[in-house]
């Protein structure tokens, strides 16, 4: 009894008191008031040697420290350091974002702890959930008894769509070897892994012919099924993409979908960065088709701007959803009885999981989706912008933007352009004003302007192009780099 006592009074300090929490609270608020305040003039890209390893100075122990040292080692060693991907500078990679309600959302999320998992536990949270997956199948031009999860991102998306068609299509160790996998060379990784994990990696790859613009010519994907076919194989599945991460090119999804559903194949479109635009006009008109597929990955934590951890995926019936993951288990038998709505865990490899559906609920109810829409089209028109005003800069450009995405290489005068465009993205992340990233396409050097975070603007796609400018001068002002 004693022990208990004493293990209570200590096991009580887990549970602040209201004035503790107040004082706390205030604190972490503040901390995020400035980080905010300043977000218009915080780099990019931070440049530094130590790369955040102070935090190791300070090792995890049985005694506390105080919340202003806490925030001092986060301050000083994560959120100053590397990559600000709240920033609106930030325009490599697929850029993120950091909607402010959805940090309120979670929040919230955090201090009720609902049990998101299973429409016994809670209700309210699975119907939220599944509200929202029913918002993102309208949008898609899905079915409205389409099944849904939403996931931590596009990657696991991706992996539970391919799982999905794996057992759809009733690929097992018999048939492996002679199934084939329909893709781009221009597929994100995130698709490569999840082949790899659903342990599809003997199947056959066949990587389609592309055009100019990086898209899946059709008619060579209908080639390779038909030759593929009466060589005996087992054509299954076609990944194809709604916007690429390096140039946004969008694969000819409703052909794609004719070619699917005429040869019986499992269609997915990865649209992780890309699918949100349907929400604009234009890229309603550039995603036609998608309705037609089989799965959607997609991500509101780059199209919607939310802060990292959320992405989602669709699959059309829902019982191959449920058919990879059902489960039993004795002990959730109470659970097990209850079927009014369908619940996360049944559609994907979670149980507990982060009730992620309020971060993304409360800044649309907040918000409206109006917003969200106009900043898309602003994205767009931005890419736009910078594609003709980087020629008049006497930059080169790959292909035009399909999306948000603008691929361009400066030409020296003199030198290797591959080296100089490394040299030049070195430079620019370096300055840390903005943030720039590179690709390789064709065996060439380039140069990507990703615009997506919601932060950015007019004056930041200005700001680039005259950072370019005065590095290229630079740049072109130094020995060519091939004779240093
Ligand atoms: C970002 C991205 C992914 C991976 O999504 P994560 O949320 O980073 O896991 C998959 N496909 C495409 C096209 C992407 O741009």
Request: glycine share 8%.
């Amino acid at each position: 009894m004693q022990r208990l006592k004493d293990l209570e009074k200590i096991s009580r300090q887990l549970e602040p008191a209201t004035g503790q929490r107040k004082a706390t609270r205030k604190k972490v608020i503040l901390y995020g008031e400035d980080f905010l305040k300043q977000i218009e003039t915080l780099k990019a890209y931070n440049y530094t040697t130590d790369k955040g390893i102070g935090l190791l100075d300070s090792p995890l122990t049985g005694e506390p420290i105080d919340i202003d040292e806490a925030l001092d080692l986060l301050k000083q060693n994560v959120d100053s350091r590397g990559l600000n991907p709240a920033s609106g500078g930030h325009l490599g990679y697929i850029p993120g974002g950091g909607i402010y309600y959805s940090a309120l959302g979670d929040y919230l999320a955090a201090i009720s702890n609902r049990f998101a998992g299973l429409f016994f536990a809670s209700p309210g949270a699975v119907r939220m959930e599944n509200m929202l997956i029913g918002w993102l199948s309208e949008i898609l031009g899905y079915p409205g008894n389409a099944a849904g999860n939403l996931t931590s991102g596009g990657s696991i998306a991706n992996l539970i769509a391919i799982v999905a068609a794996r057992d759809a299509k009733r690929i097992n160790s018999k048939n492996l070897d002679r199934s084939v996998i329909y893709l781009s060379q221009q597929a994100h990784h995130s698709v490569h892994k999840a082949i790899r994990i659903s342990g599809l990696n003997e199947c056959i790859p066949r990587y389609v012919e592309l055009d100019a613009g990086y898209r899946i010519q059709a008619d060579e994907l209908e080639n390779a099924i038909q030759k593929d076919k009466a060589n005996g194989l087992n054509p299954f599945l076609i990944i194809a993409s709604a916007g690429t991460t390096d140039v946004g090119a969008i694969d000819p999804l409703d052909k794609i979908g004719d070619i699917a559903a005429k040869h019986d194949l499992w269609l997915h479109v990865d649209a992780a960065y890309g699918g949100f635009f349907i929400l604009t006009e234009e890229g309603k008109k550039k995603l036609a088709g998608i309705e037609k597929s089989d799965s959607i990955c997609i991500d509101p934590h780059k199209g919607l701007f939310l802060p990292y951890g959320l992405g989602a995926v669709l699959v059309k019936d829902i019982s191959q959803m449920k058919k990879s993951h059902y489960y039993l288990a004795n002990y959730m038998q109470d659970a097990l009885s209850s079927t009014d709505e369908p619940s996360p865990a049944d559609l994907s490899p979670e149980l507990t999981k982060h009730f992620r559906g309020l971060r993304l609920w409360l800044p649309l109810k907040l918000l409206g989706t109006k917003p969200f829409a106009a900043c898309l089209e602003e994205k767009v028109l931005l890419a736009k912008y910078f594609y003709k005003e980087i020629q008049k800069l006497g930059f080169e450009v790959e292909c035009e933007p399909e999306l948000s995405i603008v691929t361009y290489r400066y030409i020296p005068k003199t030198g290797d352009p591959d080296a100089f465009n490394k040299r030049l993205t070195e430079e620019v992340q370096k300055d840390g004003r903005v943030f720039i990233s590179s690709t390789m396409l064709n065996g060439k050097f380039i140069l990507r302007l990703a615009i997506l975070s919601f932060r950015t603007h007019l004056k930041t796609i200005k700001l680039t192009l005259k950072i370019l400018k005065e590095k290229v001068e630079m740049l072109e002002g130094e020995l060519p780099i091939s004779d240093i």
